[in-house]
């Protein structure tokens, strides 16, 4: 395999841009664990679509502080403009992430052989995975853009 001269193999994405997506998926784990813990608690007193959106509002709040000074510094943009298209971003993933969670609970735990005290999260962390992808990119060209 040929390397280029900064060591990295060739073809492979830049120093720069493997950072972000790291540090990216950092502040999206983070934020995750959050929105789990925190739909797991509210869930003991509302049903389970309002504790999974409510729980992402705070996923939601703790991604973009880790993101804006972590996977995306350096943007021109104001903070409060940064927060608009974060949020417009974020209103795709909240959509994906409740519809996904739902249909999995409802359709998909019944006929997998999953215990029943996992059933919630297990949806849940599905739900969670669906606009991790699509949230990367519209982050990175909207939402922190330079």
Same mark, same amino acid.
């Given at each position: ?21 790291? %540090? ?36 939601? %709040? ?7 000074? %972590? ?76």
């Amino acid at each position: 395999m040929k390397h280029d001269a900064t060591g990295a193999a060739a073809g492979a994405p830049p120093i720069g841009v493997r950072r972000s997506v790291a %540090l990216y998926l950092l502040s999206g784990l983070t934020s995750a664990v959050c929105n789990l813990a925190t739909r797991h608690l509210l869930s003991q007193f509302m049903p389970f679509e309002v504790a999974v959106t409510l729980a992402y509002l705070v996923g939601m %709040l703790i991604a973009f502080l880790m993101m804006k000074r %972590l996977a995306f510094p350096g943007s021109a943009r104001s903070t409060s403009s940064q927060a608009m298209g974060f949020v417009i971003v974020n209103l795709f993933g909240l959509v994906q992430t409740v519809v996904a969670s739902s249909l999995v609970l409802r359709y998909l735990m019944p006929v997998l052989p999953v215990p029943l005290q996992f059933q919630e999260v297990a949806s849940h962390f599905i739900g969670l995975l669906l606009p991790a992808v699509t949230s990367y990119f519209g982050h990175k060209h909207f939402s922190f853009r330079k």
